[in-house]
């Protein structure tokens, strides 16, 4: 009886735990960056494209992380200009940037064994910072920098792959530092890219 009750427990912790996924495109937008880059180039950010999400949310998905990255780019202070790119935009020494993002997830679940551990350490676990949830992101960005011209100048894939476990102590800091990670991700690789 033990043993099927038990089995119970750790069946509907697994349960539970896929049943919760969130996708987010939050990015910290005011990231301090100590990087330098040659402040003489506009960016013009044409086209941001998420291959891989839910085509009901698509377009909203896509203008909303235009909206964040022109936004990043120009916090970033890094560029002598940033604006959307229109086919009036003409401006001297300025570069058109595509971004693909082939894979975007950022998923939010219970750990595995939360319940489980939980439950046979008397809520023990809980209060010696055990993993309550954990936070996954993988992202594949691939970066297109044209001339105004339309000239191809370079096209860069970049890859970015982390997981951050929460706990009662640190509940905040995931939240915190997802955006600052993928932040600093998409900066560094688009200047990066520039700087080919």
Same mark, same amino acid.
């Given at each position: 009886m033990k043993i099927n009750i038990c089995f119970l427990v750790f069946l509907s912790g697994l349960m539970i735990s896929n049943c919760i996924s969130i996708k987010s495109s939050l990015l910290d937008q005011n990231l301090f960056y100590e990087k330098k880059v040659l402040k003489k180039n506009?960016?013009?950010?044409?086209?941001?494209?998420?291959?891989?999400n839910d085509e009901n949310l698509k377009n909203a998905y896509e203008m909303t992380m235009k909206?964040?990255?022109?936004?990043?780019? &120009? /916090?970033?202070?890094?560029?002598? /200009?940033? &604006?959307?790119?229109?086919?009036?935009s003409s401006?001297? /020494?300025?570069?058109?940037?595509?971004?693909?993002?082939?894979?975007? &997830? /950022?998923n939010l679940y219970l750990h595995p064994f939360y319940f489980q551990l939980s439950m046979?350490?008397?809520?023990?676990?809980?209060?010696?910072?055990?993993?309550?949830?954990?936070?996954e992101s993988d992202i594949d960005m691939q970066v297109d920098i044209y001339d105004t011209k339309y000239n191809l100048i370079t096209s860069i894939e970049y890859n970015l792959k982390f997981k951050l476990n929460e706990n009662i102590y640190n509940k905040s800091i995931p939240n915190k530092e997802i955006p600052k990670l993928k932040s600093i991700f998409i900066l560094n690789s688009i200047t990066s890219s520039l700087n080919r």
């Open positions: 506009s960016i013009l950010v044409r086209n941001v494209r998420v291959f891989d909206s964040n990255i022109k936004i990043l780019l &120009e /916090n970033s202070k890094l560029f002598k /200009n940033v &604006e959307y790119y229109s086919k009036f401006k001297f /020494n300025s570069v058109i940037i595509d971004i693909k993002f082939k894979k975007y &997830e /950022n046979i350490t008397l809520t023990l676990y809980i209060w010696i910072g055990g993993t309550i949830v954990v936070h």
